[in-house]
T-cell receptor, first 116, second 116 residues
Framework: EAQVTQNPRYLITVTGKKLTVTCSQN?????MSWYRQDPGLGLRQIYYSMNVEVTDKGDVPEGYKVSRKEKRNFPLILESPSPNQTSLYFC???????????????FGPGTRLTVT | AQSVTQPDIHITVSEGASLELRCNYSYGATPYLFWYVQSPGQGLQLLLK??????LVQGIKGFEAEFKRSQSSFNLRKPSVHWSDAAEYFC??????????????FGAGTQVVVTP
């Protein structure tokens, strides 16, 4: 089954304690992205990756890091989490082909992070 | 700058009634346009997309959307809603210049409540 998985699904942590949210896709997609969703703000892109070892900042990258060492994985790293990073996080993947094709962007189930 | 506006934060509709969700975009050229649905506790699912051609686009679950260039709008409609349509709906745009899933921009979302 084609899917994007995220772990953990729920996480409560304290300010300053480094954490990693994993994202993995089994569709051999080139593109992967991280979004955060906050009430009234919709989804905002944090980082995206167009292929292995190729990453770029989205609209709200501050306080986050990513890496893309393998095609299937795109972990999101919070080196020193702060309460303003409390949010719902989504990972997504899509194939290289352009937006006009028949391909779709697949979203993971989300990770709800609370930083106290 | 590119932007997406969903003017209605919250809409309540009776089961069986028609539904229309508004989406306006600000962009120098016609972008790619998408509607996503997010059911409670779920990730995002693509309902439909517009790239070119017929301005009335049919999607899944009985939804359709109409692109109106003169109004910079891409409103989503359903003739008769079901209780299962209660969800949050997001409009998104993608830039034709980059033709990349990696740079989708989302609106803030419209929460739809369906009453008996």
């Amino acid at each position: 089954e084609a899917q994007v998985t995220q772990n953990p699904r729920y996480l409560i942590t304290v300010t300053g304690k480094k954490l990693t949210v994993t994202c993995s896709q089994n569709m051999n997609h080139e593109y992967m992205s991280w979004y955060r969703q906050d009430p009234g703000l919709g989804l905002r892109q944090i980082y995206y990756s167009m292929n292995v070892e190729v990453t770029d900042k989205g609209d709200v990258p501050e306080g986050y890091k990513v890496s893309r060492k393998e095609k299937r994985n795109f972990p999101l790293i919070l080196e020193s989490p702060s309460p303003n990073q409390t949010s719902l996080y989504f990972c997504a993947s899509s194939p290289r082909q352009g937006l006009a094709g028949q391909n779709l962007q697949y979203f993971g189930p989300g990770t709800r992070l609370t930083v106290t | 700058a590119q932007s997406v506006t969903q003017p209605d934060i919250h809409i309540t509709v009776s089961e069986g009634a028609s539904l229309e969700l508004r989406c306006n975009y600000s962009y120098g050229a016609t972008p790619y346009l998408f509607w996503y649905v997010q059911s409670p506790g779920q990730g995002l699912q693509l309902l439909l997309k517009y790239f070119s051609g017929d301005t009335l686009v049919q999607g899944i679950k009985g939804f359709e959307a109409e692109f109106k260039r003169s109004q910079s709008s891409f409103n989503l409609r359903k003739p008769s809603v079901h209780w299962s349509d209660a969800a949050e709906y997001f409009c998104a745009v993608g830039r034709r210049t980059t033709d990349s899933w990696g740079k989708l921009q989302f609106g803030a979302g419209t929460q739809v409540v369906v009453t008996p």
